[in-house]
């Protein structure tokens, strides 16, 4: 087991302590993808020679007051900040958004 699955599973045992639900964990062409999503907050990883996450919320269920919004962004915050304490790599929206055959000049939608 290499370096990256070692650091990898300790930091999804992380996860699990916190009780985020595990979507999903598919392998596919030499990289791992996981998806957890604890209340309307989700975390996406790619772990290929290193970890990559994303990390973002879903507000469509309903209206959300200040209070709400600040203790949702501080747990965004969080998450961030114990990712990056594995070294992961926070993902760009591009990489969220679109798979790699679309990006850049293979992108014929948004020009990105």
Known sequence: MSNISV???????????????????????????????????????????????????????????????HSLTRRMLNVKKLCLSYDAREMNTTERLYPSDRRGENTNTSGL
Do not use: C, P, Q, W
């Open 7 to 69: 650091t990898f599973e300790t930091l999804l045992d992380e996860f699990h302590k916190e009780k985020y639900d595990f979507l999903s964990d598919i392998i596919e062409e030499n990289r791992r993808v996981v998806r957890l999503k604890k209340y309307t907050m989700y975390v996406s990883f790619i772990v290929t020679n290193m970890i990559a996450f994303d990390v973002f919320a879903e507000l469509t269920s309903g209206i959300y007051e200040l209070g709400e919004l």
